[in-house]
């Protein structure tokens, strides 16, 4: 397939390459107020940022978190901060992509590579998303667990129900699946404000903690838990996401009304990232506040750190309010998943399929393990099962991040929209950080 030139406009370019506009109906379905304040224009425009911000705060990143807290106290809060810095330049230029050629990432690379290597990324993609659905299974049945007390195997079947709820909101519109998103993030932001209230860290010491140090480098635990948190943190199938929903709106298809689209877009997902910032510190401040300094330096798994929470901050409230988050938290990463595995399968096929059965389909693959490893290994087999959907997540990410780098560096893609030297440099810089440290932890992990 041809380059398609610079100066073509998304959806004209999008025409001329045979590839219909993202998300279908709902390409520019929000409507924008013309004219008027500032912060209406901002309001128009925050919702892509959190539906991305989902998979940043998603089960698959309390393992790390509890971990790091619980085992080396408020040391590994730089960590977080470095990794979602990452994120929010990665995300922004996802939605560079998108918002600069009218493509999502799944549809650039159709357009860009050849057909063998197409049908590669999407495989890897697939698999991606099916881990990312793994974690939130069983974050959701640990959740519906911990709560009322549902079997784990019951749990995560009764986790294919959501799959009426996403249908739901769609039909709807976009704006009332952003809602959602929304409210469900409120529910855990307040959760984990309180949390943090209640265990009351040594401020000195938390605000020591995001200045790095060279204990996470020399001790080899700490160094193992850090490239965990930083290769749970970014996931792939956010970029193909991101690069998606922000044509939701109604900005103008002209090069002014990009730029405009494309500020408020960064700063709707800079917002978001700062929110997801918050909650990966707050499960880290929590652990270390209360484990840590109780002196349970070994809890890794959620329901550890549920069952401990109460007794040791002394107030009932508390494993309630982390088992809600939790549930939100897996209940609203299935929204996410949904999108971005029917924004994968149109933009890497060309191939529409009902979202019910999109959702179904992947849905039940991520439960059938889920279940058997249940009945098989209990509790224990779950978590490792976490961790593992989590490497399967970090083998994925290089396949996604080097081609999203590649095409906004692109100004025969990209036109004026083409990412500078110093954000270029700054964005190949993070890509070889990741996939170094990817392949350390996969490596580590094979190694036992």
């Known amino acids: ?49 959190y539906m991305v911000s989902v998979g940043y705060m998603d089960p698959g990143n309390w393992a790390t978190d509890l971990a790091g807290g619980s085992r080396f106290g408020y040391l590994l809060l730089s960590v977080i901060l470095l990794s979602n810095l990452m994120a929010i330049l990665l995300q922004a230029l996802a939605a560079r992509l998108g918002i600069a050629t009218g493509m999502d990432l799944a549809q650039a690379c159709r357009a860009r590579y050849p057909r063998a290597i197409n049908l590669t990324l999407w495989a890897l993609c697939e698999v991606a998303i099916i881990a990312c659905d793994l974690a939130e299974v069983i974050g959701t049945a640990i959740a519906l667990n911990l709560l009322f007390g549902i079997p784990l195997t019951l749990g995560a079947i009764l986790t294919a129900l959501d799959v009426f709820v996403v249908l739901l909101l769609m039909q709807r519109g976009f704006r009332w699946l952003e809602a959602f998103v929304i409210a469900l993030l409120l529910i855990i932001f307040i959760c984990f404000g309180v949390q943090i209230v209640l265990a009351q860290p040594d401020m000195k010491e938390l605000l020591s903690g995001f200045i790095p140090q060279a204990r996470i480098v020399t001790d080899p635990v700490a160094l193992y838990i850090a490239i965990g948190i930083i290769g749970a943190t970014v996931m792939p199938h956010n970029l193909y996401l991101h690069s998606s929903i922000v044509q939701t709106r109604d900005y103008p298809r002209t090069e002014a009304g990009r730029r405009e689209g494309l500020r408020w877009a960064v700063t709707d997902s800079t917002l978001a990232l700062m929110l997801a910032l918050f909650v990966n510190a707050a499960i880290l401040i929590t652990a270390a506040a209360v484990f840590h300094k109780g002196g349970h330096t070994e809890v890794e798994e959620i329901e550890q750190a549920y069952h401990l929470l109460s007794p040791m901050l002394g107030v009932g409230i508390a494993s309630l309010l982390f088992a809600i988050a939790l549930l939100a938290s897996g209940v609203n990463s299935t929204v996410t998943a949904t999108l971005a595995g029917q924004i994968v399968m149109e933009g890497f096929l060309n191939l529409r399929i009902p979202d019910w059965a999109r959702r179904l389909l992947t849905r039940g693959v991520a439960i059938v393990p889920v279940i058997v490893v249940t009945s098989l290994y209990g509790e224990s087999g779950t978590a490792k099962l976490l961790v593992f959907s989590q490497v399967v997540l970090s083998m994925q990410l290089p396949f996604a991040v080097i081609p999203l780098v590649r095409f906004v560096s692109d100004r025969k893609l990209m036109g004026p929209f083409a990412t500078g030297r110093k954000v270029t440099i700054a964005a190949w810089t993070i890509a070889a950080v990741i996939v170094v440290l990817n392949a350390k932890l996969l490596i580590d992990v094979i190694a036992g």
């Open 1 to 49: 397939m041809s380059t398609p030139p610079a100066d073509c406009n998304g959806p004209a370019q999008a025409a001329d390459m045979a590839i219909r506009p993202s998300l279908g109906a709902m390409n520019a379905s929000v409507r924008l107020p013309v004219g008027g304040a500032w912060w209406r224009r901002l309001l128009a425009f925050l919702g892509p940022g």
